[in-house]
């Protein structure tokens, strides 16, 4: 699963601990969301793509192999 | 019922907590279990201490500590757990076999341990929704199922 949190982030010039603080996470959760290591939960999938006006699909982009199933 | 103590505290306090009842058991004891007991409770305390530090601490650990861990930190901590207690049960199932094995005395709190771990998989499972499933919704799908098996009038 990719994402474009740390594109949204840096096009806002966001810090890692300003996004966290403003998604109520911490920063290493940040951290990992952006490296692909950790899959938020619904809720919090969505308010990551609420803070940047996008919508779920846009800010997560399934891998090629999974949207084929 | 932990509401009211700041979270940074909660941790430090129950070690604090159960560590003095385990010092106070080995007082209670009598004979010269007392120093034992003091000098438990001194450890007791000064991991209480570095404990508190360590919740203030910025990382994942720090969180888990200080009791403010989000969902990452919740599942990373419930993972742990739920090692700890495959741990448990495999070790508890050796004990109680090797126990047997050698007709020992003490194989019983190995089952008692197996037993209650069992037996809180059992509650976890009741408690968390398996035997919630509710109705299949089988009733939707057949007027799916009756619409194509209408004939095509077209």
Do not use: C
Request: aromatic share 10%; glycine share 10%.
């Amino acid at each position: 699963m990719r994402n474009r949190v740390r594109e949204q982030r840096t096009l806002r010039e966001m810090s890692q601990a300003e996004l966290a603080a403003a998604l109520g996470v911490s920063r290493q959760t940040v951290i990992s969301i952006e490296g692909g290591r950790y899959l938020p939960s619904l809720p919090l999938a969505f308010a990551i793509a609420r803070f940047f006006g996008l919508t779920v699909d846009k800010m997560f982009d399934p891998d090629e192999e999974e949207a084929g199933t | 019922m932990t509401a009211f103590i700041r979270p940074r505290l909660r941790k430090p306090l129950r070690i604090a907590l159960a560590g003095t009842v385990f010092a106070a058991a080995w007082a209670f004891r009598g004979g010269g279990a007392w120093q034992l007991s003091v000098a438990m409770e001194v450890t007791v305390l000064v991991g209480a201490v570095t404990t508190y530090v360590r919740a203030g601490e910025d990382n994942d650990e720090g969180a888990l500590t200080g009791s403010r861990a989000d969902e990452r930190q919740k599942l990373l901590s419930l993972r742990s757990r739920a090692l700890g207690w495959n741990f448990a049960m495999v070790a508890a199932f050796i004990g109680v076999t090797a126990g047997v094995a050698v007709k020992a005395a003490w194989w019983w709190p190995f089952l008692v341990i197996l037993a209650v771990t069992g037996f809180a998989y059992l509650l976890g499972l009741s408690n968390y929704g398996v035997a919630e499933e509710g109705t299949a919704d089988d009733v939707d799908t057949g007027h799916q199922t009756r619409s194509r098996s209408t004939p095509d009038r077209a």
